[in-house]
Structure formats: C-alpha cells, structure tokens
C-alpha cells in the first residue's frame, strides 16, 4: 500500500470513528500557538480528508484537533449521560410556589 492509500485510510477510519456529533475530550494539544485548555470537551463538526477533526467547543472556541500530534478522547456512556441530566436540569421549567 502506498502512502497516499494509508492516508486515505487513515481519514476514513477517523470518520468513521468521529462522525459528526460525537462528543470529545481534548486531553492536551500539540504544539498550536493558541491551544484549547486541556480538558476541554467539544463537539466533532466534520473531519476533513486528512483526518482532522474540526470541533466546537464548549468555551465557544472552534479549531481542527490533529490525530497523532493533539490528544483526545471520546466521552464515556457515563460522561454523556452526566451532561444529558444537567441539561436536563438546567432546561427544566421553573415552578412556582
């Protein structure tokens, strides 16, 4: 297989694995100028045919995660359920007395 076959795999497997909506936890960046903060949760928008996934993020920043040199990581089960019970909070109508 040659390179621009393993690469091309590579950018499927991403997308495969990242599709758009899936909710991530960026551990740490690589050598970006003006990182995220670490531990930053986001969520994947696209990934790009290299393979890099392109996320919003929760602090309302929005920048390309590149696999290999960024660390991340998807949100467990519980991670998500968690968010899904305070948002649920959060949007709850306000009853009053």
């Not at 499927?12 to 740490?28: A, Q, V």
């Not at 003006?34 to 990934?47: F, I, L, M, Q, Y």
């Amino acid at each position: 297989m040659n390179r621009f076959e393993a690469e091309k795999r590579f950018a499927e497997r991403m997308k495969s694995c990242y599709p758009p909506g899936t909710r991530i936890m960026l551990l740490s960046m690589g050598d970006d100028p003006s990182p995220v903060e670490d531990n930053t949760r986001g969520t994947v928008r696209v990934v790009d045919d290299i393979g890099t996934l392109h996320c919003d993020f929760d602090n309302g920043r929005s920048l390309g995660i590149v696999p290999g040199e960024d660390l991340f990581r998807k949100l467990t089960d519980e991670e998500l359920a968690e968010e899904n019970e305070n948002m649920d909070e959060e949007n709850a109508p306000v009853l009053g007395m």
